[in-house]
């Protein structure tokens, strides 16, 4: 599994593209629910690359991954909002 460190730089470039691609606020907001269904299509694609790797607790990986994609998504998307405000 990636460190939480590159999980958190990929979904923050994601985050920015999502910023970059929608420019109304209201769908940028929307499209933000994109970010924890990657992160869930990622532990899921993981698990099943890795069967032999999975414990009783993998289940908690689709719960624990969250945290540092949903911060690198909302931080990309967040400096793009700010840049856009920050020059208008």
């Known amino acids: 599994m990636l ?3 590159t ?3 990929i979904f923050f470039l ?3 593209m ?7 606020r209201r769908l940028g907001c929307w499209s933000l629910a994109l970010i924890p269904l990657g992160g869930f299509a990622y532990v899921d694609w993981w698990q099943g690359q890795n069967l032999e790797m999975l ?3 993998s289940g908690l990986d689709y ?5 540092p994609v949903l911060i690198g998504g909302l931080a990309g ?3 793009v909002a700010f840049v856009r405000e920050w020059r208008a």
């Open 3 to 5: 460190s939480p460190a």
């Open 7 to 9: 999980l958190m730089l």
């Open 14 to 16: 994601l985050g920015a």
């Open 18 to 24: 999502l910023g970059l691609a929608f420019s109304s």
């Open 55 to 57: 414990r009783s607790t």
């Open 63 to 67: 719960l624990f991954v969250q945290f």
């Open 77 to 79: 998307y967040a400096l």
